[in-house]
């Protein structure tokens, strides 16, 4: 694991640092106000992968410019502003081990400086004269503000099925993430074959970054997860380890498990360590950890699979990785 | 006034109902909850003021088509996803008569059908295949949420000058009326004259728009304003009534006025029905009401003078009743 992270770090050494670079001076931070809450939340351990992927895909396909770095950010934007408007409609206190932005300032600030990210991004877009570009935020936005929408109605739905949790994280997450790696490829004028393959690629790397994230809610440990543990859970949030472990506990008639379970869901932010233990424990008997990992192996062979078309290379070997990595991360 | 309003409706009934067709249909409700929270707020008596002027700027520059509906509701979708935000921002209660979003729903709602709102205005434009639109989007988007910051950033600052105000109020509400006007000329292919003759009087008109909306704060009744009384003072946000009116109190050393003003702005939400009406007075005393409102009609003027370039017809009749219709309305 260790291995996989500095191997990856290593190789990316410097695309990093010329997106880091690129965050902030895309910025354009009008009152000092937008500053301050971008180096909150933005600048405070975000392992940048959406725009990352963006400048990585485009390397594989041959690019050698440097608008790349420019146009990432969009999709680091994107993402801080979901996070932002997110936190607060999760009613969250932590991300990445602070407090979330409404916590220090105040809900207000949380709308508009998302607001004001989501609206940089289509500035920025504005400045490459591609259409294509402003499409994929069209319908990236469109669709993390859908993905959103689903999962505030379905807040608290002992019903949910395998089908609706997984049309969720598709719109949420892995639209955003498949939308960074065709960019890269736009960018690098790839043919449409690489630039198919590479948006397949970012598709399933999403789903499963997704699964993985939903996984930590209950195999990570508070110190590294940065937030609250089972915070999916206090906010009502049914993801695929407890939807699947419903069903099949459901499936086996064992009603006072099924009970146990939803009674524990009900309360909320107001179950106990010892029953958040219970919790886990039926997620583990009922296989719903083991199948969301299963789940997310599988999406990560699919992801590495589209890379099929590309010849071996050092920038396919890192995408690859990256792709390993996602269900080995432990923040 | 009543000859003045009828005059308007009465030429823009069909308009006006193919408008309110376009936002039903444009909507692309996913979940019922989109329809129901787009019911409370945009069909509850908005005065569709900015579709209605992309759809009377097309027809002054000869437009006969239909794509101008559609491409109108952009603006109206925008500026009720600034209102539900908005109302987040400065915790308001009541809109237009009745209880903001985050009340009859909660914030999450408010956030997350805004943001929708906003999206969908992006997937509208780019079925329309012009950048320029595109521009003008990411314009009034970028625009909006920085004087929505600077305005938040402002409040309770007793040093505002008239040129802050002017500033906000540009980018808050100006841009978007001057993007719903100019895009109205660019559906009908206008004349570069043309489009610029109505840019600029969608800016003008923005501008009175704004300055006579933060004027019916101090002059209007509850029930004819559809939300509390003092609004403005109770959330700290100083227009030019007051900027003013404090400017001229400072000026003419009368010490106690500046600590009776000052005092009543620092209670925010707290003073009383008696200290609104002597801080109503203030206002008239040092001038800040007449001041606002020849302001406003300095706007109006130069936007009706805008369109000087147009020859008389009945469209542009009604443009400029609709400039005039500004300062006139009482809600």
Same mark, same amino acid.
């Given at each position: 694991m260790t291995d996989l992270k500095n191997r990856i770090l290593n190789f990316v050494k410097d695309d990093l640092e010329n997106i880091e670079k690129a965050l902030t001076d895309n910025l354009n931070?009008?009152?000092d106000i937008i500053t301050s809450v971008a180096n909150h939340i933005m600048?405070? &351990?975000g392992k940048r992968i /959406?725009? $990352?992927l963006t400048v990585l895909c485009a390397k594989i396909c041959g690019y050698h410019g440097e608008i790349d770095k420019t146009i990432s950010t969009i999709f680091e934007y994107m993402h801080t502003a979901s996070l932002m408007h !997110? !936190?607060?409609v999760d009613e969250a206190t932590l991300r990445r081990g602070k407090p979330v932005t409404q916590a220090v300032w105040n809900n207000a600030t949380a709308v508009l400086i998302g607001d004001f990210l989501l609206a940089r991004t289509l500035s920025i877009a504005l400045a490459y004269e591609k259409r294509e570009l402003i499409e994929i935020i069209a319908?990236?936005?469109?669709s993390m503000t859908q993905g959103e929408i689903l999962q505030l109605i379905n807040k608290g739905n002992l019903n949910l099925t395998e089908k609706d949790y997984m049309a969720t994280i598709e719109k949420k997450t892995a639209i955003l993430i498949? &939308? +960074?790696c065709k960019t890269g490829a736009m960018i690098a004028d790839a043919t449409e074959h690489q630039e198919k393959a590479l948006t397949e690629y970012g598709y399933h790397l999403g789903l499963a970054f997704q699964m993985a994230d939903d996984l930590l809610d209950y195999t990570s440990e508070t110190s590294d997860l940065g937030k609250k543990i089972g915070a999916d859970l206090r906010e009502g949030k049914l993801t695929l380890p407890v939807i699947y472990s $419903?069903? =099949? +506990? /459901?499936g086996s008639k =064992? *009603? *006072?498990d099924v009970k146990t379970m939803e009674d524990i869901i009900r309360k909320r932010d107001e179950f106990s360590d010892d029953e958040f233990g219970v919790f886990k424990n039926m997620l583990k008997t009922y296989g719903g950890i083991d199948y969301t990992r299963t789940l997310a192996e599988d999406q990560v062979k699919k992801a590495k699979c589209a890379l099929d078309i590309f010849d071996a290379s050092e920038d396919k070997s890192i995408l690859m990785d990256l792709a390993d990595y996602t269900l080995l991360r432990k923040t």
């Amino acid at each position: 694991m260790t291995d996989l992270k500095n191997r990856i770090l290593n190789f990316v050494k410097d695309d990093l640092e010329n997106i880091e670079k690129a965050l902030t001076d895309n910025l354009n931070p009008f009152v000092d106000i937008i500053t301050s809450v971008a180096n909150h939340i933005m600048f405070s &351990g975000g392992k940048r992968i /959406r725009p $990352l992927l963006t400048v990585l895909c485009a390397k594989i396909c041959g690019y050698h410019g440097e608008i790349d770095k420019t146009i990432s950010t969009i999709f680091e934007y994107m993402h801080t502003a979901s996070l932002m408007h !997110d !936190d607060l409609v999760d009613e969250a206190t932590l991300r990445r081990g602070k407090p979330v932005t409404q916590a220090v300032w105040n809900n207000a600030t949380a709308v508009l400086i998302g607001d004001f990210l989501l609206a940089r991004t289509l500035s920025i877009a504005l400045a490459y004269e591609k259409r294509e570009l402003i499409e994929i935020i069209a319908q990236i936005t469109e669709s993390m503000t859908q993905g959103e929408i689903l999962q505030l109605i379905n807040k608290g739905n002992l019903n949910l099925t395998e089908k609706d949790y997984m049309a969720t994280i598709e719109k949420k997450t892995a639209i955003l993430i498949q &939308g +960074a790696c065709k960019t890269g490829a736009m960018i690098a004028d790839a043919t449409e074959h690489q630039e198919k393959a590479l948006t397949e690629y970012g598709y399933h790397l999403g789903l499963a970054f997704q699964m993985a994230d939903d996984l930590l809610d209950y195999t990570s440990e508070t110190s590294d997860l940065g937030k609250k543990i089972g915070a999916d859970l206090r906010e009502g949030k049914l993801t695929l380890p407890v939807i699947y472990s $419903l069903q =099949k +506990a /459901r499936g086996s008639k =064992k *009603n *006072n498990d099924v009970k146990t379970m939803e009674d524990i869901i009900r309360k909320r932010d107001e179950f106990s360590d010892d029953e958040f233990g219970v919790f886990k424990n039926m997620l583990k008997t009922y296989g719903g950890i083991d199948y969301t990992r299963t789940l997310a192996e599988d999406q990560v062979k699919k992801a590495k699979c589209a890379l099929d078309i590309f010849d071996a290379s050092e920038d396919k070997s890192i995408l690859m990785d990256l792709a390993d990595y996602t269900l080995l991360r432990k923040t």
